[in-house]
């Protein structure tokens, strides 16, 4: 279970929500600048709120009470951002395996397995200059797949998918999450998607969680 109690100021609001996630998958939805990805770095430990309480199962990741803020390196939380972060310098095949330590046949397997669900087994050796944004997006969701995280974030993770590619890797992507059993937080605009395979949908609006 993933557990956040959080109060984080902004310039024009601050962020005051609470929530506890299982392990299912949660949107957030709101309007540009709702404080949505705030809270996905506050959890990946990549800012701190102000005050609050962030812990995953028995693990706390940070508590102001406490005075814990375990580094981001250590939380095992799997975030791909909006603008992807794909290593220009590197081939598709070093971006996908970067941040595994080990390459076991395991490692072999799953990403064997990521590039046939993502449909980039033709990407494989290719640089990545040249790779078109929804090509991009799906080299990094392979990417922080193969870290097996245990819990996902990802920043509108789907948007430069085609309608036809966006509907096959959101279901498989649902199926992904009940073999591994781990809690996903998914920030989407479109709505339709949303209820497609998530669980359930926080609406957020000035940093607070509002009823729709």
Same mark, same amino acid.
């Given at each position: 279970?993933?557990?956040?109690?959080?109060?984080?100021?902004?310039?024009? &609001?601050?962020?005051?929500?609470? &929530?506890?996630?299982?392990?299912? !998958?949660?949107?957030?939805?709101?309007?540009?600048?709702?404080?949505?990805?705030? !809270?996905?770095?506050?959890?990946?430990?990549?800012?701190?709120?102000? $005050?609050?309480?962030?812990?995953?199962?028995?693990?706390? &990741?940070?508590?102001? %009470?406490?005075?814990?803020?375990?580094? =981001?390196?250590?939380?095992?939380? @799997?975030?791909? &951002? $909006?603008?992807?972060?794909?290593?220009?310098?590197?081939?598709?095949?070093?971006?996908?395996?970067?941040?595994?330590?080990?390459?076991?046949?395991?490692?072999? @397997?799953?990403? %064997? =397995?990521?590039?046939?669900?993502?449909?980039?087994?033709?990407?494989?050796?290719?640089?990545?200059?040249?790779?078109?944004?929804?090509?991009?997006?799906?080299?990094?969701?392979?990417?922080?797949?193969?870290?097996?995280?245990?819990?996902?974030?990802?920043?509108?993770?789907?948007?430069?998918?085609?309608?036809?590619?966006?509907?096959?890797? @959101?279901?498989? /992507?649902?199926?992904?999450?009940?073999?591994?059993?781990?809690?996903?937080? !998914?920030?989407?605009?479109?709505?339709?998607?949303?209820? =497609? /395979?998530?669980?359930?949908? /926080?609406?957020?609006? $000035? @940093?607070?969680?509002?009823?729709?």
């Amino acid at each position: 279970m993933l557990e956040v109690t959080m109060k984080k100021k902004l310039t024009d &609001f601050s962020v005051d929500i609470g &929530f506890q996630i299982e392990n299912e !998958i949660v949107t957030f939805q709101g309007d540009s600048g709702s404080g949505k990805t705030t !809270i996905l770095r506050c959890i990946a430990g990549l800012m701190n709120p102000d $005050q609050g309480m962030i812990k995953l199962n028995k693990t706390t &990741f940070f508590s102001s %009470e406490q005075k814990i803020s375990m580094a =981001s390196r250590n939380r095992r939380v @799997g975030y791909m &951002f $909006q603008d992807y972060a794909i290593f220009p310098h590197m081939s598709v095949y070093k971006n996908i395996w970067y941040g595994v330590s080990q390459k076991t046949k395991v490692k072999q @397997g799953l990403y %064997e =397995s990521l590039l046939k669900l993502l449909e980039i087994e033709y990407l494989a050796e290719r640089d990545v200059k040249n790779l078109s944004g929804g090509e991009r997006q799906r080299i990094a969701l392979a990417r922080v797949l193969m870290t097996e995280p245990e819990v996902l974030l990802l920043d509108e993770p789907f948007s430069a998918l085609d309608s036809t590619l966006r509907k096959h890797v @959101g279901m498989e /992507f649902k199926k992904i999450q009940e073999i591994w059993d781990i809690p996903y937080i !998914i920030v989407t605009h479109d709505e339709s998607e949303a209820k =497609s /395979f998530s669980n359930r949908i /926080f609406y957020l609006k $000035q @940093g607070h969680f509002v009823m729709r």
